[in-house]
């Protein structure tokens, strides 16, 4: 661990009244290096301009013997040096003096009264002298809000982090082990953030004060609406209020803030004594930003603090603004003026597993409205999971192009799952933008198709489109509106408001229906089974954020419902995904003993097991980083573009040239 850096071995005091310095003097002794250091208790006589300096002789006698009374205060085993200089100007003076003596530290005791500046424009911050010294910046430099702290048990520190906050844990340190005292750190978060956030922050905050005590400490993480009222409630349970300045000075309402708005403040307003520092070495100081990585430190905790503040705020706006329905695009000749003027070729892929019953009359109306009627679809693609009934034969007889997708890319081998066979469609379709639409719905339209494809159509910036509708359950062979999307609401919106908030205005984020652009779906991870959708949503959110993304109302689907045995299984792997992606994000094992087994109860009558059965998704990496896929893309774009894409590894959406796209032969 990097050393501490040292207290200063340097102090000056500048004393305008020796009556009301001891309280500076205790606090500069407390914070002194105890190895070399020296308290300087500086005393300026001012002169006038046009009078000669030595007239100020009898006046620095006098201010010699003021200062005489200094010494008293010193505490055992510390030695005061009273100094008296003479200048036209008190801070000039205070300054010289500084450099001088080679000060690491200045202490001030301010009254809390602004004073008229020495050019009469108007009122200073602390007082002209205080005010010059502070912009000049010497030295490190400390202003005490004096209300005779004598008694310290309880030394307060607000933190947000920065050099001004490591200056004041230091001072805080030094006077609460000089006082056999606890340091209590302080640190506020805004209300309504997310436990990851909250959990963020605490980590931070640990890791804080462990790099800058090294005596007893507690450690506050709050929540505050008002910061001010906050700490300022806080102050009145304390000895002494310890604060580093704002990162900036700046003015507000009309003031001045030297030190930033809230540590004056609270320096004007606290019971206790409040001592606000600030340091000069903003620029040469190695901060534990540094030291630890950013992902842990206060600063990034309350980057991400307030972008979660303004978690609500974005989503309102994206809900209200990427917001569809299906009958805005209804109009398929209009779609297709749409894709031809922008160059685009639309591929539709229809995932299948033993779906005879519904597979005929979903490619059947795709062919005849999307196809026939209209050129809305440049390829129909059914890809099969190994169906053991008439799928396959159905399908190509309605005239799909059928594939199983375990003879795609088979020396990368095959997995079971939608989610393997989503992404093996990727490298068997050519389309620039990809359509996926579930093949177990009872009540197909081709809405389902058109109306995630269309936002895609219409607006540039979205990258990915899902459908939601109304989702009826049958029960008893009973139609019953609303019981749908039990994984859904039960599993997966709770976990999206929890760990991804920016997706929590995402209707039916498990849907089957959504629509891509190949640019950015080559360059996504695919789960193999049940978290492919999840998956999908998270990575392309992490990938755009929410401005590229956009819903559609399809209004309404009826689909074959799985018991609760497969709801659950479907579940767990949903939970292991998301579960994946935090780490992920965190770059830390959040959940080592993180299983992949199932254990499902078996009763009935004179039997009690326990089956245990392995479920997890396995993951595909970007189809851009498989040469087969490459090649094919090639032969069918050129070299140029290949290389451009191929280039990003992955790293993010590329848009191939236009002048690059060439249509699959069909």
């Known amino acids: 661990m990097t050393a501490r850096p040292p207290l200063p071995a340097r102090i000056l005091i500048p004393?305008?009244?020796?009556?009301?310095?001891?309280?500076?003097?205790?606090?500069?002794a407390a914070m002194l290096d105890t190895r070399a250091g020296e308290l300087s208790a500086l005393g300026i006589v001012e002169v006038p301009e046009g009078m000669p300096l030595s007239e100020g002789a009898t006046r620095a006698r006098h201010a010699r013997r003021l200062l005489q009374r200094v010494l008293d205060y010193a505490p055992d085993g510390t030695t005061i040096h009273p100094i008296v200089r003479i200048g036209r100007h008190a801070a000039e003076g205070i300054i010289e003096a500084s450099a001088e003596q080679e000060a690491d530290l200045i202490i001030f005791g301010w009254g809390g009264k602004a004073a008229p500046g020495r050019d009469g424009s108007g009122p200073t911050v602390f007082s002209p002298t205080i005010d010059e010294v502070v912009r000049d910046s010497p030295c490190d430099i400390a202003v005490v809000k004096q209300r005779g702290s004598k008694e310290i048990r309880r030394v307060l520190v607000p933190v947000r982090g920065g050099p001004h906050a490591e200056l004041a844990m230091r001072f805080a340190d030094a006077i609460a082990r000089h006082h056999d005292a606890t340091v209590v750190v302080l640190h506020l978060v805004p209300p309504g953030i997310t436990l990851a956030v909250r959990a963020q922050a605490a980590r931070a905050l640990a890791a804080f004060i462990k790099q800058h005590l090294r005596g007893r400490s507690e450690a506050i993480l709050r929540e505050a609406p008002n910061v001010r009222n906050a700490i300022l409630r806080e102050a009145e349970r304390s000895d002494l209020v310890v604060m580093?300045?704002?990162?900036?000075?700046?003015?507000?309402?009309?003031?001045t803030y030297l030190f930033g708005a809230l540590p004056e403040i609270i320096a004007a307003r606290a019971k206790p004594s409040v001592i606000v520092v600030k340091t000069r070495k903003t620029l040469e100081r190695t901060t534990f930003e540094q030291l630890a990585g950013r992902a842990e430190t206060l600063a990034a905790a309350d980057r991400a603090a307030d972008e979660g503040r303004a978690v609500p705020i974005r989503v309102e706006r994206w809900f209200g603004e990427a917001n569809f329905h299906h009958a805005e695009f209804a109009d398929l000749r209009r779609l297709v003026t749409l894709k031809e003027s922008q160059h685009l070729t639309v591929s539709l892929v229809l995932p299948t597993?033993?779906?005879?019953?519904?597979?005929?009359?979903?490619?059947?109306?795709?062919?005849?409205?999307?196809?026939?009627?209209?050129p809305l679809l440049d390829e129909v693609l059914?890809?099969?999971?190994?169906?053991?009934?008439?799928?396959?034969?159905?399908?190509?007889?309605?005239?799909?192009?059928?594939?199983?997708?375990?003879?795609?890319?088979?020396?990368?081998?095959?997995?079971r799952g939608k989610g393997e066979a989503l992404w093996k469609s990727i490298y068997e379709t050519s389309g620039d933008i990809i359509v996926w639409a579930d093949t177990d719905v009872k009540n197909w339209h081709h809405r389902m198709v058109y109306g995630t494809l269309g936002p895609?159509?219409?607006?540039?910036?979205?990258?990915?489109?899902?459908?939601?509708?109304q989702r009826p359950i049958v029960e008893g062979g009973v139609l019953k509106e609303g019981g749908g999307g039990r994984v859904t609401e039960l599993v997966a919106r709770p976990l999206i408001n929890l760990f991804y908030p920016e997706l929590s205005g995402m209707i039916q984020p498990l849907s089957g229906e959504y629509a891509g652009r190949r640019t950015l779906l080559e360059t996504i991870p695919f789960f193999t089974g049940y978290a492919v959708e999840i998956g999908l949503l998270i990575d392309v959110a992490e990938r755009l954020g929410i401005e590229g993304l956009g819903q559609v109302d399809l209004e309404r689907r009826i689909h074959r419902n799985q018991e609760l045995e497969g709801l659950s299984r479907?579940?767990?792997?949903?939970?292991?995904?998301?579960?994946?992606?935090?780490?992920?994000?965190?770059?830390?094992?959040?959940f080592a003993e993180m299983g992949s087994t199932m254990k499902l109860p078996r009763s009935g009558k004179g039997r009690l097991s326990l089956e245990v059965i392995e479920l997890a998704?396995?993951?595909?990496?970007?189809?851009?980083?498989?040469?087969?896929?490459?090649?094919?893309?090639?032969?069918?774009?050129?070299?140029?573009?290949?290389?451009?894409?191929?280039?990003?590894?992955?790293?993010?959406?590329?848009?191939?040239?236009v002048a690059a796209r060439r249509r699959r032969p069909r």
Do not use: C
């Open 570 to 590: 479907m579940s767990f792997v949903i939970l292991q995904a998301v579960m994946k992606r935090l780490e992920e994000r965190r770059k830390a094992r959040l």
């Open 617 to 657: 998704d396995q993951e595909r990496p970007p189809m851009i980083r498989i040469p087969e896929y490459l090649e094919r893309r090639r032969a069918l774009l050129g070299e140029a573009a290949v290389a451009h894409v191929a280039g990003s590894n992955g790293a993010s959406p590329l848009k191939v040239p």
């Open 382 to 415: 059914v890809i099969d999971s190994a169906s053991t009934d008439r799928t396959r034969e159905i399908a190509a007889a309605e005239g799909a192009r059928v594939v199983q997708h375990p003879d795609v890319l088979p020396r990368y081998g095959s997995f």
């Open 244 to 255: 580093g300045a704002s990162a900036q000075p700046g003015r507000a309402g009309g003031e």
């Open 15 to 28: 004393v305008a009244n020796p009556g009301t310095a001891e309280e500076l003097i205790r606090l500069g």
């Open 456 to 469: 895609l159509l219409h607006e540039p910036r979205l990258q990915y489109v899902k459908g939601y509708y």
């Open 353 to 374: 597993l033993d779906e005879e019953e519904t597979i005929g009359p979903i490619v059947r109306r795709a062919m005849r409205e999307m196809v026939g009627r209209v």
